[in-house]
């Protein structure tokens, strides 16, 4: 930033007077320049987030819907299962577990891939609030200037931009914990339904000579694997919640800095 020099003006006091008055008037000129750009940026920056929220909402709509699809199919897998098993349909059963054991092998790539999204979410929800502690840092300055040099109307401006920020910003450590939440949660559904998958191959021998134990501890599994399957589907439903919250969030914030940008200065 260029530098400006002050003069003295030596009359028994007036000059130091003159030249923080001076001061005052630079830098309020070099804060009035700066301001479109910084809410201009800030703008920007509530924008992309809304954009953002906007798409996780439609992909979790969508992610709910073949969640509950899913569900429902592998359910009606474990009822045919259970008929063949009654009829003593010994090829419809063998038949029905091929069937099964793809979906289930698809279940744990989708799995995978549901992992990695939200360990991004996690991610960006870190960045954003990294990005919000250097705003509320920001404001923290503008307080104490306006503390040392500003108007009544400039100190009551930037605690309520304080004020706004800090809460923006326990927002975004919430955000922050349900998205680490929600990973934890996504890894822990991945590990079981890879145990359960590799228990299931094992018991493929006994489960063909047609083992009682085998058959029950079968049904087991597969039945642990629904609950997960039903897991998933109830964490897509929180998902869809949390992305709504921080839409809402986000359009307050830009109903906010309209607000403060149409006051005058």
């Known amino acids: 930033m260029q530098r400006f020099t002050l003069w003295e003006i030596r009359d028994g006091g007036l000059g130091a007077r003159l030249a923080s008055s001076a001061a005052t008037i630079a830098a309020a000129f ?24 906007r798409a996780e909402i439609g992909k979790d ?105 800090r809460s923006d910003l326990r927002d975004d450590r919430r955000d922050k914990r349900d998205d680490r939440r929600d990973s934890a949660a996504s890894r822990q559904r991945l590990d079981r339904q890879r145990e359960i998958l590799a228990e299931l191959r094992k018991l493929e021998p006994d489960v063909e000579s047609g083992s009682s134990a085998a058959l029950a501890r ?11 399957s039903r897991e998933d589907a109830a964490a897509t439903g929180r998902e869809l919640r949390e992305d709504r919250r921080e839409l809402r969030e986000d359009r307050r914030e830009r109903r906010d800095d309209r607000q403060e940008s149409a006051e005058p200065r």
């Open 61 to 165: 709509r969508a992610q709910l819907r073949n969640d509950v699809r899913d569900v429902r199919r592998f359910e009606r897998l474990l009822l045919r299962l259970d008929s063949a098993q009654r009829a003593g349909d010994k090829a419809a059963e063998e038949q029905i577990r091929k069937r099964i054991h793809g979906y289930l092998r698809g279940e744990t790539v989708e799995a995978r891939r549901d992992l990695a999204a939200d360990r991004r979410e996690s991610a960006r929800s870190r960045q954003e609030v990294r990005s919000e502690r250097r705003e509320v840092a920001g404001d923290k300055r503008e307080l104490d200037r306006a503390r040392e040099n500003g108007t009544d109307a400039e100190k009551m401006d930037a605690r309520r931009d304080l004020a706004h920020d």
């Open 30 to 53: 070099a804060l009035a320049a700066l301001a479109p750009g910084a809410e201009a940026a800030c703008a920007g920056q509530n924008a992309r987030e809304t954009r953002t929220d």
């Open 218 to 228: 079968e049904r087991s599994l597969l039945e642990g694997f629904l609950r997960i």
